[in-house]
Each structure stands twice: as C-alpha cells, then as structure tokens.
C-alpha cells in the first residue's frame, strides 16, 4: 500500500489543510494499492501563494540555470523510468510494455523537447522599429487526466518550467501516484521551492479552486469538454489564459486506393492503443461502400491478434480501462451500439470470458454505424470501434468533420498528393498520413470544441509566455 497522504507545497510535503482520503484501485484486481489526501481551496490557496513568491525571482533565472535543472529531472527521470512504468500499470492499468515503452518514454520526452526549445529559442527579437521580447506569463496551474498521467503532466510542467513560469499541478486523483514520483524527481533535481507545487484532490474541489484563483495567471486542462467548459467559466472572473485539449472522436478516412487490409488493421490496433483511452483515437472508420465486406473481414480478423489479460505480463497488449464508472460507461455505448442498430463485428458487452475481476471490456468493432448513432457521435473512451460507410470523397469528408470535436483525424491512401487535399479539408488540429508516428515537436491541438492553444515543441513552449513589446529603445 502506498500511503502517499502529504501535498507537495513551497519545496516540502506537507500535509493537507484538512485530512480527507481516497484509495487509489490498481482497476486489474480490483484492491486499493494506495491512498492519498484530497485537498481543499486552502491547500490550492498556499500553493498558489507560494507559486507567487517564487515567481519573482524564478521569472529572472537565467536560460543556462534553467537548462541546469531540466538536465537534471532529466537524468532522475531516466533512472526511474521502469519504476515509474510500474507505478502507472498500477494505477491505472497500462500494460508494462505498453507503459514503459510509451507511456513513461514519452513523458520523458517533453522534458528533453523543452530543453531542445529552449537551447534555442529567442525571448527577444527585433521587429519594425521595436523589440518584441517573450517573458513568462506567471503562476500556471496544471490540470491533468488519468488516462496518460505522466504523459500530460510533462507536457505542461516541462515547458511552464522552461520558460520560468512557477506551476501549481492537480493530477488525476485517479491516477496520481506516477506524478507524485515525477514530484520527488523535481525536488532532487533542486528546483526551488515554490517553483513547483503539487495538489492532489478532484476537479470540483481543487481544480474548480485551481481555475477560480487569482493569484493564477493561467490555466492549462487536459480532461472532457464538459469540465473545460466549467474552467473557462471559472478561469473568466480573472481573465486568465486557459489552454485546453479536449475531447475528440477523430475520424479514419480509408480511401479507396489504400491497401484495405492493412490499413484497416492498423486502424483497429490504434483504436485500441491504451485501452482506447485516447483522446484522439480514430474511432469513427470510413471505408468504401465497396469495400464494406473486406474491411469487416480485416477488423474481425485484426481484433483477434489483441492480448487481453494481466497488464504486468509483458506480453499482454490490453489491459483493464481505468474505473468502475469508465466501466460502466462503456458498457452502456456497447449497448446502445447494438439497440440503434448496428452490426457487431466482434466484442460485444460484458468481461472477456477469460477474466473475472478488474475493469476489462472486450474490444468491441461495429459496422453498418449511422451518423445518428451514440457510438458515431459521443466520445466513447474504450475500445470499440465504429465502421462507417461511405460512398464519395466529399462525403466522407462531410462525415469527417460533423461532430463538434476536432482533435485529430486520419488519412490512408497510396497517392500522398490525394490523401493531401483531403487532410487540409479536415477540420482538426492534427491529421496522421498512412500511421504516421508520434513526433514531440509537432504541435498538438484541436479545433472547435476539442480545445484552444496547443502543447508539444515550440507551440507549446510560447503558451505559458506572454509578449512584450518595447518602442524607442536601441536594438529596435
């Protein structure tokens, strides 16, 4: 068990304002394997006030000092990344390859993104007859979500710490374990006190008291559209800046002149990926009328290669979704998946046959969805699958882009120059080519009510920056 109950607040643990705990649930067996203190306002309060002392000479440091500590949590972060691995299969069912290989490696990558930016970037740079300079926008608070827990919290802290800003930090209470370690590799590093503060708690409590505080300057959220629309509300009487990423239901555009086999079995493997706990998974597949029969043949067929079972197996490829409520949830889309109408083409609601406790659902691919179906139009957050038809490329674009999300979206075709027009005419923040891999120095984003600013490389850096602009002094 572990009993990880203080808050990490002006460079030390302290406890909470007021004792109030949650178990944490490793969601593959079911049994609590730690606990954590729930914080308050108060305690959102002396971390913001830290935060704020801290600025004032932290907003001054200099480039080279600050590439010093990100060396550093750099050099910690590598020597526990298995740990850290460990701790995310833990606590929120990540396979151990899948976490090790992915989601602590990528974590790892934003802190070395930032330290590559800001190696380079230029915080002043003359422009007609002035100078513009970059300073840091302020006291920044961090809200993150479960389904990539180290993932999202470098994403913001890396960068915020770049650019000299001072952080308070929120994790999922989820999932809040892998942050915590991810705190003590930052006070070993020796950021100074206040820099970096963390707050446990849940979003109606300490994030609803994060968005609403004044001492904030801004608010970066990765989490439902819902609830950042409910920081937006807050973060308002402040005029803060609030950065935000999303919810998605991307969409897989499958031309007709791709390999169908293959890119439909790449596509039924990334809609998995994580447990299909992905903001911008491509869950909504759009084949051919033609081909309708083929692709159903390669899901069916690509579903089966999945190894569902025990997540600290090395082999395993999918374990359990996070909660009893992403459970829950799940089941309920599953359903009505198949009381609207649809075709099951594998999967289906209830647990695999093979297991009999955690939070496993079967991964689950449906054909012949409509766009009026739940599973077409609501964020799922599970594996499952909608096989959508279509008869002309404008349609399949027009499908594309009729949902208020726009995250991501995907594109499979052997003529890149067609795949081209087709990506420019999605309206998401990022559109995949083919299976594209993962580059940390791409901005990452979306459109409509997916979101507003973008993380990851230089995009990302100049969010937590505010711009200056200096007339009549010498250099303009």
């Not at 374990?319 to 992403?326: D, E, I, K, N, Y």
Request: aromatic share 6%; with cysteine.
């Amino acid at each position: 068990m572990n009993e990880a109950l203080n808050f990490y607040i002006d460079g030390k643990w302290t406890p909470p304002a007021q004792p109030k705990s949650l178990a944490i649930v490793n969601p593959a067996t079911e049994e609590a394997v730690g606990r954590i203190s729930l914080g308050s306002a108060a305690d959102v309060d002396r971390a913001a006030q830290a935060a704020r002392r801290a600025f004032a000479s932290f907003s001054e440091t200099t480039r080279e000092y600050r590439m010093g500590l990100l060396e550093r949590i750099v050099a910690g972060f590598r020597a526990r990344l298995p740990e850290l691995a460990r701790t995310m299969t833990m606590e929120m069912g990540a396979p151990i390859t899948f976490a090790t290989e992915r989601q602590a490696t990528v974590a790892l990558f934003h802190f070395e993104e930032a330290l590559r930016v800001l190696a380079r970037y230029e915080f002043e740079r003359p422009e007609g007859v002035g100078i513009v300079r970059r300073e840091p926008i302020g006291v920044c608070g961090l809200i993150t979500p479960w389904n990539w827990p180290l993932n999202q919290v470098a994403s913001k802290v890396a960068p915020a710490l770049a650019t000299g800003c001072t952080v308070v930090l929120k994790p999922s209470e989820m999932a809040p374990l892998s942050a915590m370690a991810l705190a003590e590799i930052i006070h070993e590093a020796g950021v100074p006190a206040g820099v970096f503060n963390l707050v446990n708690g849940d979003g109606p409590t300490v994030g609803e008291a994060i968005a609403a505080h004044p001492e904030i300057d801004m608010v970066s959220f990765t989490g439902s559209t819902g609830a950042g629309i409910r920081v937006a509300k807050l973060a308002a009487d402040t005029v803060k800046r609030v950065a935000q990423e999303l919810g998605g239901k991307s969409a897989n555009i499958i031309l007709t002149d791709a390999d169908i086999a293959a890119s439909v079995a790449a596509g039924v493997h990334a809609c998995n990926t994580n447990g299909g706990q992905n903001c911008q998974s491509p869950t909504r597949m759009l084949v051919h009328r033609s081909q309708r029969d083929a692709a159903v043949e390669a899901a069916r067929g690509a579903i089966e290669t999945i190894r569902l079972g025990d997540p600290t197996d090395p082999a395993t490829t999918m374990g359990p979704l996070v909660s009893q409520g992403q459970y829950d949830k799940v089941q309920d889309l599953i359903q009505s998946g198949i009381t609207e109408g649809a075709t099951l083409v594998a999967g289906g609601p209830g647990r695999p046959a093979e297991v009999n406790r955690g939070y496993y659902v079967r991964p689950t691919v449906f054909a012949d969805v409509t766009p009026q179906m739940r599973i077409a139009r609501e964020e799922v957050f599970g594996p499952v699958l909608s096989m959508m038809t279509y008869d002309t490329e404008d349609e399949a674009i027009e499908i594309a882009n009729a949902t208020p999300f726009g995250l991501a979206g995907f594109v499979q075709s052997n003529d890149a120059e067609r795949a081209r027009r087709v990506a420019n005419r999605i309206r998401a923040g990022r559109v995949y080519f083919n299976g594209a891999s993962f580059d940390r120095s791409l901005p990452f984003g979306g459109y409509k009510q997916s979101g507003n600013g973008r993380e990851f490389g230089v995009h990302g850096f100049e969010e937590y920056l505010e711009v200056k602009a200096l007339l009549g002094f010498p250099g303009g």
